[in-house]
């Protein structure tokens, strides 16, 4: 428990049916009294997770500034775990800044970012993971992204972290106590021991796993659209946005910058990036938008590649192909509605690897679910649903490859038949690791770091 009290805006800026204005700390309540009016009065102190309806004044004046609804939480069972008001009023931008202004006079200090979260972690109300998990709810861009989010708010992920720590924890505990009292305590065979560890490094494996899937939800997907000039570029790009957003012409080379739209694939948020067509060029805007597309290429998670299905490949088709050498690649063979001349086998051939061809119509719509569906498929790689444990942080992917790592070393010793005091170093660094995601281990400068890239207010 701290010994200060925190206040902030906890809603966001502009106007509003409703403004939140949040204290937390041994004074939440004596700094709210100081502006919150109401007849008959709140008793002393209000009754915990109870609304009262009332009025605020201005700071050092009985003029009412607004009508309020105060909600007081008593510590330890509240968002914090210590004693919170709630000050709802109309969502004003004045009204709020003058109630914080109020709480500030009467003692309180405007919070700092993260601040409400950070000491909902330090007073025992979330573990690490599950604090971290707080911003990832408030940008979640889609439906499938909030549930992953919200499924570790709940504690799915720290939960399988924790009983991977417990069983290390265990085994280390044995292991050191055979080495404490050797005369009354025999040691876990090494092949017991191996076998224990690799246990605990398989399933943190299998979470880990899931990571480059997890950060797509948290952070959204690249998908850049590519292909000759005048294949279907903007006009796949217009479909698969439902509105024309990108220029459409039967003129080779129209699309002569990058555009950048945002949309929800299958609950993937996802950059969709229409570039310009790949080719030599002479003139100088169309050959600086070409130096984007290959920009582009080398950022993208997946390339959609275009190609004229009515057409077939064509000689502009094969010397774009070596551009997409080492990239994931879903081939759109647009125009589908014009004829069909091509043979999947020689796109195969020609990218020298196999990948997934759709036969589409972007001026119909044929074809375009099944695009969908395949590229999420390409990114998520097919394995997991957000119901599942999910590692989306890159913090937490770098603990648990630490953990990994450093269980492969344990597991490799008591093989061989080293000491295995020896064997519980390598225990210990994984234990620790783990005990960072939860932050049971965790450092001051790591938290600070965390919470900092939260907003004031939460």
Not at 27 to 38: D, E, I, Q, V, Y
Not at 176 to 188: C, G, L, N, Q, S
Request: hydrophobic fraction near 45%; charge should be negative.
């Amino acid at each position: 428990m701290t010994e200060d009290t925190i206040a902030a805006i906890a809603t966001a800026s502009g106007e509003a049916g409703i403004g939140i204005v949040r204290a937390s700390g041994p004074a939440a309540w004596p700094c709210a009294r100081t502006l919150f009016r109401r007849t008959p009065a709140p008793p002393e102190p209000p009754r915990s997770h109870h609304a009262y309806f009332g009025s605020v004044v201005r700071p050092g004046s009985e003029e009412r500034l607004d009508e309020c609804v105060l909600t007081y939480f008593r510590g330890p069972q509240s968002y914090t775990g210590e004693d919170v008001v709630e000050l709802a009023c109309h969502g004003s931008n004045l009204v709020l800044a003058q109630v914080l202004q109020g709480l500030v006079a009467a003692g309180a200090r405007l919070a700092e970012p993260g601040e409400f979260t950070r000491r909902a972690f330090l007073n025992g109300r979330l573990d690490l993971a599950a604090a971290e998990s707080v911003i990832d709810v408030i940008r979640a861009r889609t439906d499938a992204a909030l549930r992953v989010a919200t499924g570790q708010l709940s504690g799915r992920l720290s939960r399988e972290i924790a009983a991977l720590r417990h069983s290390l924890v265990t085994l280390l505990a044995e292991i050191e106590a055979a080495i404490d009292f050797p005369d009354d305590v025999e040691p876990p065979p090494d092949a017991e021991l191996a076998a224990r560890a690799r246990e605990v490094r398989d399933r943190a494996r299998a979470v880990l796993r899931t990571a480059d899937a997890g950060r797509l939800y948290r952070e959204g997907a690249g998908v850049v659209l590519a292909g000759r000039p005048n294949v279907g570029k903007s006009s796949l790009l217009n479909a698969l946005l439902g509105e024309d957003r990108s220029i459409v012409t039967d003129v080779p080379g129209a699309t002569r910058d990058v555009i950048e739209e945002s949309l929800n694939l299958r609950g993937i948020p996802v950059r969709a990036i229409d570039t310009a067509g790949l080719r030599e060029t002479v003139d100088v805007v169309e050959a600086l938008g070409v130096e984007r597309t290959r920009v582009q290429l080398a950022a993208a998670d997946v390339v959609v590649w275009l190609v004229d299905v009515s057409a077939g490949l064509t000689d502009a088709d094969r010397v774009l192909a070596p551009e997409l050498a080492g990239r994931r690649v879903v081939v759109a063979a647009n125009k589908v509605d014009q004829g069909d001349t091509l043979d999947p086998g020689e796109v195969a051939a020609l990218l020298e690897k196999d990948v997934p061809v759709v036969k589409l119509s972007a001026l119909t719509g044929a074809g375009l679910e099944t695009l969908e569906d395949i590229l999420a498929e390409t990114l998520l790689g097919g394995a997991v649903t957000p119901e599942s444990i999910w590692v989306s942080s890159a913090r937490h992917q770098a603990r648990l490859q630490t953990a990994a790592v450093s269980l492969d070393r344990a597991i490799e010793a008591a093989d061989a038949g080293f000491d295995q005091a020896a064997v519980a170093l390598d225990l210990k660094l994984a234990a620790e690791a783990l005990g960072e995601i939860t932050g049971e281990t965790v450092t001051e400068d790591t938290i600070t770091q965390i919470f900092a890239r939260f907003c004031v207010g939460k």
